[in-house]
C-alpha cells in the first residue's frame, strides 16, 4: 500500500467520521496530522561517537528520511557533557513520509512488539500524543544482527486538535492501538 491510502482514508472516511462525532460545520475544522517528530535521546554517546553515527543511520533508514544530530544546550559536568555536544538524533516527518511511516508503524511495527497489549490513551492537553518506544528492533527495517545496543525511541504525533477529545479520535482512527479504549 502506497501512503496515498493513507491520505485518502483520511479525506474520505476519517474527516465525515469527525465531522459528525464532533458536529463541526466544516471539513477545515476537522483535526489533522501535522507532522510526526521521532526522537532519540543517547546519553553514552557522551563516551563514545559511534554511537550518535548508527543511531542517524538508523533512524534514517526507519524513516526514508536523513536524521540530524541533536545538540546539547550547555555544559552539564555531572554528565560529562559540553556545550554543543551531540547527544542524540532526530527526524521531523511531514506529508507523504509522515503517512507512509504512520502506515508502517501501525500494520507493522506495533505488532512485532513482545506481549503488546496497545499503547497508552494520554494526551498531552493540547491534541498532540508522544508514543515511547524502548526496543528499535521492532522496525523491518533494522537487521538484527547488527545491533550492538538496544536504544529506544520517542514518537510524538503533532496534530492541529484543539482538545485531547478530537487528537484522540483522530489517531484512532488512524488506527493507533490504543488500551481500553
Not at 496515498?4 to 463541526?24: G, M, S
Not at 553514552?44 to 544546550?73: C, F, M, P, Y
Request: overall charge positive; charged content about 30%; proline content about 4%.
Amino acid at each position: 500500500m502506497s501512503s496515498t491510502t493513507l491520505k485518502k482514508q483520511y479525506e474520505e472516511k476519517i474527516v465525515p467520521a469527525l465531522t459528525k462525532e464532533f458536529n463541526y460545520t466544516t471539513p477545515m475544522q476537522v483535526p489533522r496530522l501535522k507532522k510526526i517528530v521521532i526522537n532519540e535521546g543517547l546519553g553514552d554517546a557522551t563516551q563514545d561517537k559511534k554511537i550518535i553515527e548508527t543511531a542517524i543511520n538508523e533512524l534514517t533508514a526507519i524513516t526514508g528520511q536523513k536524521a540530524v544530530a541533536t545538540l546539547s544546550k550547555k555544559d552539564i559536568s555531572n554528565f560529562k557533557v559540553r556545550k554543543k555536544m551531540p547527544i542524540g538524533a532526530r527526524v521531523t516527518l511531514r506529508r507523504e513520509r509522515m503517512y507512509e511511516f504512520l502506515e508502517r508503524l501501525v500494520r507493522v511495527a506495533l505488532p512485532r512488539i513482545r506481549d503488546f497489549k496497545g499503547i497508552e490513551g494520554k494526551l498531552d492537553g493540547r491534541g498532540n500524543y508522544t508514543l515511547g518506544i524502548t526496543e528499535q528492533i521492532i522496525f523491518p527495517e533494522i537487521n538484527i544482527d547488527t545491533i550492538n545496543k538496544l536504544m529506544g525511541m520517542n514518537i510524538t504525533f503533532v496534530t492541529s486538535a484543539n482538545t485531547d477529545e478530537e487528537g484522540f479520535a483522530l489517531l484512532k482512527h488512524f488506527g493507533l492501538p490504543f488500551k481500553n479504549k
